[in-house]
């Protein structure tokens, strides 16, 4: 009998997972992948059980962010011969885009949230921390996958920001894959640079203490604004 069911029962960059129902007299299944480059579909595995992670198609590794096609066909022995039944619909999958290198810029009342575009990205969803509910809550939807700035304005000043970005990729279908989640805070931004006296001012130097790291830790070391550390490109 045809295998009924197929679906992607999870992505990631480099994998994606299929699982089926299970065929009334199947000894094994087969899938297989379309392979654009002979333009032909190739088989991949062949196991006993009702899913499969696929990582390569004709030795070759999947990529994040991209598309792929299958279909399932299971095999049952019949007099000690195997015999293939009809294959499977054909699915559409693909794998999740690529983490998001994310960055976080402070700034008066405002958050500049900044990464790398993402291959095979659609679009991306930034999330901004809730310490009240201890969730993240969306605060954008980008769709356009060349757009890899959001400034959050409006926010309240001498609190901390703890934002999180997703890749998110729309297939033909209209289903969306999601990559993993990158998050930073501010205040480990405004610690780094603190701390290591990379500000180009004592006033910037300052401000980072008084307004960010003092506030949300009381008992943060105070570290001496050091100039010769300072280092100017002309």
């Given at each position: 009998?045809?295998v009924t069911?197929?679906?992607t029962s ?16 199947a000894?094994s299944?087969?899938v ?7 333009k032909k579909?190739?088989?991949?595995a062949?196991?006993s ?13 999947l990529?994040a962010g ?12 019949v007099?000690g011969?195997s015999?293939?039944a ?7 999958s693909?794998?999740?885009p690529?983490k998001?290198?994310?960055t ?5 009342k405002?958050a500049t949230?900044?990464?790398?575009k993402?291959?095979g990205?659609t679009g991306?969803?930034?999330y ?5 509910t ?11 996958s060349?757009?890899v700035k959001?400034?959050?304005n409006?926010?309240?000043?001498g ?10 990729a729309v ?6 894959v ?17 701390d290591?006296g990379?500000m180009?001012?004592n ?11 003092k506030?949300v830790n009381?008992s943060?070391k105070?570290?001496?604004?050091d ?8």
């Amino acid at each position: 009998a045809q295998v009924t069911g197929v679906k992607t029962s999870s992505e990631k960059t480099g994998s994606v997972k299929l699982s089926w129902n299970k065929s009334k007299g199947a000894t094994s299944y087969q899938v297989y992948a379309y392979n654009s480059s002979t333009k032909k579909y190739v088989k991949v595995a062949t196991t006993s059980a009702t899913n499969t992670t696929i990582s390569k198609i004709s030795g070759k590794a999947l990529k994040a962010g991209t598309t792929y096609t299958f279909y399932v066909k299971a095999v049952k022995t019949v007099n000690g011969t195997s015999v293939d039944a009809s294959r499977s619909t054909i699915l559409t999958s693909a794998t999740a885009p690529a983490k998001v290198s994310l960055t976080v810029k402070a700034g008066t009342k405002k958050a500049t949230v900044s990464w790398k575009k993402v291959s095979g990205a659609t679009g991306y969803q930034v999330y901004k921390y809730n310490y009240k509910t201890k969730k993240y809550v969306k605060v954008k939807t980008i769709t356009k996958s060349s757009t890899v700035k959001f400034t959050h304005n409006n926010l309240t000043k001498g609190t901390t920001a703890k934002y999180k970005v997703r890749a998110y990729a729309v297939l033909s279908d209209g289903s969306y894959v999601y990559s993993d989640i990158y998050s930073y805070s501010v205040y480990n931004v405004a610690s780094a640079l603190y701390d290591g006296g990379k500000m180009p001012t004592n006033a910037g130097h300052t401000y980072l203490y008084d307004s960010i790291l003092k506030l949300v830790n009381p008992s943060y070391k105070q570290v001496d604004y050091d100039w010769s550390d300072i280092v100017t490109s002309l």
